[in-house]
């Protein structure tokens, strides 16, 4: 039974992850095809939405890594590339959305939420540490004040 699991498990480390790159969308130059890669790792398939398009068997996300590669061949720099499909598809095809003023509250949001969180349960500790002192009794309050008259420290009364 052990050695089942160690041999999943072995087999499971030896597996890489899964390209949805065919063999005829791979360009002859190393180089250019390590670049298109890291570019299709960053991003997403329109029609899978949570995978990039180099992991994704969506005929979208094929004309997209087609589309990334020519991109490259035609010689354009990888933040070229990544600006040209943000251009035509929006910052939505980007798996890491970049930060910017339109998207700010996206990304302040989580801090926001946390901070807003954090200040309420002090608070609500604070309240429940600071126990209220009962009200004096008339009698207490006249005895009070003719010590505080007398310049005397007051002293406990006894519990009732």
């Not at 050695?3 to 498990?9: C, H, P």
């Not at 899964?18 to 790792?41: F, N």
């Not at 801090?111 to 309420?120: C, D, T």
Request: with cysteine; aromatic share 4%.
């Amino acid at each position: 039974m052990i050695g089942r699991i160690l041999l999943l498990a072995f087999a499971l480390v030896l597996a890489g992850p899964a390209h949805a790159v065919q063999p005829d969308e791979v360009l002859g130059d190393p180089v250019l095809e390590s670049r298109a890669r890291t570019l299709s790792g960053e991003l997403r398939c329109m029609v899978c939405q949570n995978q990039s398009i180099d992991d994704s068997d969506a005929p979208l996300a094929r004309d997209l890594r087609l589309l990334v590669r020519e991109r490259l061949k035609d010689g354009d720099s990888d933040q070229q590339v990544l600006d040209f499909m943000v251009q035509r598809y929006g910052e939505f095809v980007l798996l890491k959305p970049r930060f910017s003023w339109r998207n700010a509250l996206l990304w302040a949001t989580p801090v926001l939420v946390l901070g807003l969180g954090a200040l309420m349960a002090s608070l609500a500790l604070r309240r429940r540490r600071t126990p209220k002192a009962p009200a004096l009794s008339p009698e207490e309050e006249a005895r009070l004040a003719r010590l505080l008259a007398e310049g005397e420290e007051p002293r406990p009364s006894a519990p009732r």
